[in-house]
């Protein structure tokens, strides 16, 4: 039966935020796109923290603060290093925040990609949930031509196939696309939801009416290895989570569980979801190699996008905002090619490459492309050392114990010193430096 | 042949959550799915399709959301899927259903073919009820084979099925002439999945929407809440035990672990033995 009609202009395999992007850019302009999903529905295997970028969106879907499913819009910032008793913050919070147009909210990634999914297929898409593509389908020359699944039957064929497929890059890997995501580059993350009703969440933080607050966290709550932890508040409820890289969970042996039931414990954190009832634990993997981990994104037939892109901001913590943001930069290149009656060639697909270096993805990306592994490199000092001195410093000078401030000031200084030695410091200061430029 | 298999979207029963502070079910979020029990029933269609190249067309009172449902049993394979939705359908308890899904039946049969099987699966996770099925069964003056495991025969010329049925004191074999509601039983197959080509004319297809009046129901007396005599009197939350099990100790002779066990139960339960005692001195006395 798999007949002419059966023949799409485009298959877009995953249905995260960057599947949904693109597979709606190109439904909306008229191509006939067939977005397939392994999930029983779109969201149902996305995991994220999760914080939600308006303006990523907002160029796909400007109208989507009328329908989508958001939490809390963010109107403050705390950024916090730890150590296992205290935390130093800078905190930002503005009123600014509470704008008619809301710059980042929290969202519920289940509820929210059930919502862009429909959008999805209000745009005229097929959306075939419930099938997991296993491979791509190829011409004599290596053009790929289209995917098979996990279902009997004939293979799906569309001009160009969008890998939207996530971080782990199966399908590309099996097609022999791209290589495996190397175990240092990527960070496996644990979160739990706890529910608190919405008086007790605007109690504890502050908050009004749908304010949020995010808290993003570092220090020896990683136990020496390289992550971060944080704390979003949603609706009615609280998403805690930490993230290691992988290789660092291999080589120390910590559980993650084990890592998210201290960071819970913290003196810091325990208050803020005390007597919370816990609903939901999920676990992701988040690409964090930065630039220099991004594969081959075009070929002939085929075009990455999303996690599977490795587009994370992992400085920033911005990762579905670059997920939908390449999705629709693909898109727009699927689309212009379509409407020229060009072939989807690797030589024609690089007007997507070219609209990535024009955008911020690749901006940022490039900016940060020694982070990843200077912190990798010294995770040590930039998760430990570093995060302990500082608490240390905060104590020594708030504590008010008869010792004058010029001997404090002393002591914070000779700590530093002793710990990193003034070559260290000037050589961490000066690696940070270089790699943020 | 034509068969209609009728199926209910409820709620994930595994993923249901109570307020933890009004204490009332919250349904938003909750993922929905097809009764399961429907998919026992939703199978033996399907297999009589394979076998004799049956037409099988799913049925499904509910919300338009249900729709989904619908799509689901399309990509198993069903040729056909028919949503009955209409806000008087609101609040029907089990009289009401079945009274508006004969009527569906009667248009689906009109429409399609008349059905010589009418399936539904045993009951659903949410009602509980197992009286939906007989009741349409009744209403249109089917055979009804309830609680079946397994459909031994059937023989369309001769117009006859053989079932098995499970009962208390062990398996019937029934035989009965069609057309015949069947209630099928959980765990009496495994459902399959579709093919690729089952999977994109299901996301394809048009799903055929009747409202009442489509089903010519004019007395909307005998729908929804006001044609439900049962009313829901409360809801409420079990709450969970807090006591915990405790495993008596199998090491040695019978007696001694017959005596463990009745010592534990006697350190659990201390009125216990004094009133055993007290029957037994009743008794012999």
């Not at chain 1, 996690?307 to 990762?319: I, K, L, S, T, Y």
């Not at chain 2, 209630?183 to 080509?197: D, F, H, K, S």
Request: neutral net charge; aromatic residues 6%; charged residues 25%.
């Amino acid at each position: 039966m798999a007949n002419v009609e059966d023949k799409f202009d485009a298959i877009v395999v995953g249905a995260g935020p960057s599947g949904n992007a693109a597979a709606y850019t190109m439904a909306r302009e008229g191509l006939n796109v067939l977005q397939i999903e392994r999930g029983e529905y779109a969201g149902s295997k996305n995991v994220q923290g999760a914080i939600l970028y308006a303006d990523a969106l907002e160029k796909i879907i400007p109208e989507f603060r009328d329908e989508a499913p958001l939490e809390r819009h963010v109107i403050e910032q705390r950024m916090w290093t730890m150590d296992d008793t205290s935390h130093t913050g800078m905190h930002y919070r503005s009123s600014d925040f509470n704008e008619a147009k809301p710059n980042r909210y929290t969202i519920l990634r289940a509820q929210f990609d059930k919502w862009f999914s429909s959008k999805v297929k209000e745009a005229g898409a097929l959306v075939l949930c419930e099938t997991t593509v296993t491979e791509l389908v190829k011409d004599l020359t290596g053009t790929v031509i289209g995917v098979r699944t996990d279902r009997q039957g004939n293979p799906i064929y569309a001009d160009v196939v969008v890998l939207a497929e996530g971080v782990n890059g199966l399908v590309g890997q099996r097609s022999g696309l791209r290589e495996e995501v190397a175990a240092d580059s990527v960070a496996l993350a644990v979160k739990e939801m706890h529910f608190l009703p919405r008086e007790t969440i605007e109690a504890r933080f502050n908050l009004k009416g749908n304010e949020g607050v995010v808290i993003e966290a570092m220090g020896t709550i990683t136990k020496g290895m390289t992550g971060t932890g944080f704390l979003y508040t949603n609706e009615e409820s609280i998403s805690v989570g930490i993230g290691c890289i992988v290789s660092d969970f291999a080589q120390s042996q910590v559980s993650p569980s084990e890592l998210l039931e201290a960071f819970k414990a913290h003196p810091s954190i325990a208050p803020l979801i005390e007597g919370a009832e816990v609903k939901e634990y999920a676990a992701h993997l988040i690409p964090e190699g930065g630039y220099k981990a991004i594969p081959q994104l075009t070929g002939e037939g085929w075009i990455v996008v999303g996690d599977a892109g490795q587009f994370v901001n992992a400085v920033h913590r911005e990762g579905s905002n670059l997920a939908m943001t390449t999705g629709r930069l693909a898109a727009e290149t699927v689309v212009r090619l379509h409407r020229l009656g060009e072939e989807m060639s690797a030589r024609n697909l690089k007007d997507y490459e070219t609209r990535l270096e024009a955008s911020f993805v690749m901006k940022d990306l490039k900016k940060y492309k020694g982070i990843p592994a200077l912190l990798h490199r010294n995770k040590g000092t930039f998760f430990g050392a570093y995060p302990r001195l500082i608490s240390q410093a905060m104590q020594t000078w708030f504590r008010v114990d008869g010792v004058d401030k010029k001997s404090k000031e002393q002591a914070i200084l000779r700590n530093f010193r002793q710990t990193r030695t003034l070559r260290g410091l000037i050589g961490d200061a000066w690696s940070v430096a270089r790699a943020w430029r | 042949m034509h068969i209609v298999v009728c199926i209910k979207q409820v709620p994930d029963s595994a993923q249901i959550r109570v307020h933890p502070v009004t204490n009332t079910i919250m349904r938003q979020g909750v993922p929905t799915i097809i009764n399961p029990y429907d998919l026992f029933a939703l199978e033996e269609a399907l297999r009589l399709k394979d076998r004799f190249g049956a037409s099988v067309t799913a049925l499904c009172m509910g919300p338009p959301t249900a729709s989904e449902s619908l799509r689901k049993a399309l990509t198993f394979g069903a040729d056909r899927a028919v949503l009955l939705t209409d806000r008087y359908f609101a609040g029907s308890d089990t009289l009401a259903t079945s009274y508006a899904l004969s009527m569906a039946l009667t248009r689906i049969g009109a429409d399609y073919g008349t059905p010589e099987i009418v399936f539904t699966g045993k009951q659903t996770i949410d009602g509980d009820t197992a009286q939906v099925g007989p009741g349409i069964a009744s209403r249109l003056g089917l055979n009804q084979l309830t609680y079946i495991s397994r459909i031994v025969e059937t023989d369309l010329d001769a117009g006859r099925i053989t079932v098995e049925r499970r009962a208390e004191t062990g398996t019937q074999v029934l035989e009965t002439r069609l057309p015949v509601l069947v209630t099928m039983l959980e765990a009496t197959n495994t459902m399959r999945r579709g093919t690729v080509e089952q999977a994109l004319s299901a996301a394809r297809a048009e799903i055929v929407t009747w409202n009442a009046a489509d089903v010519g129901i004019e007395d909307l007396t005998k729908c929804g809440l006001r044609g439900s005599p049962t009313i829901v009197k409360k809801v409420f939350a079990p709450t969970a035990r807090t006591d915990k099990a405790e495993i008596v100790s199998n090491e040695g002779s019978a007696e001694t672990r017959a005596n463990a066990l009745i010592d534990a139960l006697f350190a659990r339960a201390p009125g216990v033995e004094d009133d055993l005692y007290a029957r037994a001195v009743h008794h012999y006395v």
